[in-house]
């Protein structure tokens, strides 16, 4: 199985497209595995002539557990008792070695919620990395931007069963919480997915040393005006996991991005909007690299 090395850390990555094609990296979000990224969207993805590239974050799926790290204890580190386990920063190196593994200096970079926030701190330390960058559900990190409903709050808090079923159902409760009331909710597919990937990789102490780590790394809005890279920032304006507000001060804070509100979308991708997004990504990556040779438009599939 393919993986990078990070800082003591061993990064699962998967490929997907024409290895000459123009590389695209997608970083998932909290507590998530590269699974969470929908076959039909990186299928879309690759017919737009993208060389798709997915990982497991540190903590989580198939890269390295850093179990030795211990439980976190999210009220010591925010009190600044105790340290956090590791930044954003240091997930955005992960990725970064990612590309290195691949032999690629460079990389349009796709994230998504927490997975934004790592695109955006790669592109921040690592500007001559990041080809373009599309930051979606996701936010600056300035805590007045993004807020999360209270029911979300609880549930994302609410303490993971040890039983598989249990389990499960409690990750499909949180999927239809923050699906796309426009879109619909296919909870048969919800649950079949949720079920595979606690077989992949099951881990919620992973992902509470992840929320630390968002916790701790600080407001990003003054460094994202250093940014010069053609971005895009997608959000949907019924996200109820990072409010759109976290999407506006993400463009606002970038020069010249492009904001796209979404009706009806939340926190999720729904089918519908595979080609769209996809349409969306190849047009701002031939901002940077001209049109992708063999690139496939939704209209001409």
């Not at 290895?19 to 993805?45: E, K, N, Y």
């Amino acid at each position: 199985m393919p993986h990078a090395q990070s800082a003591g850390c061993s990064i699962y990555y998967e490929t997907e497209g024409d290895p000459d094609g123009s590389p695209l990296l997608l970083v998932v979000g909290l507590g998530a595995q590269l699974t969470w990224w929908p076959a039909g969207f990186r299928s879309a993805l690759a017919d737009r002539g993208f060389f798709v590239i997915c990982f497991d974050n540190r903590d989580a799926g198939l890269s390295t557990w850093l179990d030795d790290l211990g439980p976190v204890d999210l009220l010591a580190v925010l009190e600044g008792t105790a340290p956090p386990p590791y930044l954003l920063a240091d997930m955005a190196a992960d990725a970064v070695a990612v590309l290195t593994a691949l032999d690629l200096p460079s990389a349009h970079v796709l994230g998504a919620s927490m997975g934004g926030m790592i695109a955006q701190a790669l592109a921040i330390d690592y500007q001559e990395r990041v080809r373009t960058l599309t930051s979606a559900m996701s936010s600056t990190g300035d805590p007045a931007a993004g807020q999360q409903r209270p029911d979300i709050t609880e549930m994302l808090l609410s303490p993971r069963p040890a039983d598989k079923a249990a389990s499960v159902t409690q990750s499909v409760a949180l999927a239809r919480a923050t699906s796309s009331p426009g879109y619909g909710f296919n909870e048969a597919r919800t649950r079949a997915r949720m079920a595979a990937e606690y077989d992949r990789g099951n881990h919620p102490d992973g992902a509470g040393r992840q929320l630390a780590a968002i916790l701790l790394s600080g407001d990003r809005t003054a460094a994202l005006g250093s940014l010069s890279m053609p971005a895009l920032v997608i959000h949907g304006e019924a996200d109820p996991m990072i409010d759109a507000s976290g999407g506006r001060a993400t463009a606002a804070a970038i020069p010249g991005a492009q904001l796209w509100l979404i009706p009806g979308m939340a926190h999720d991708l729904p089918d519908a909007l595979f080609g769209v997004i996809a349409d969306a990504v190849a047009a701002l990556a031939a901002q940077a690299d001209g049109p992708a040779p063999g690139a496939r438009s939704q209209a001409a599939s």
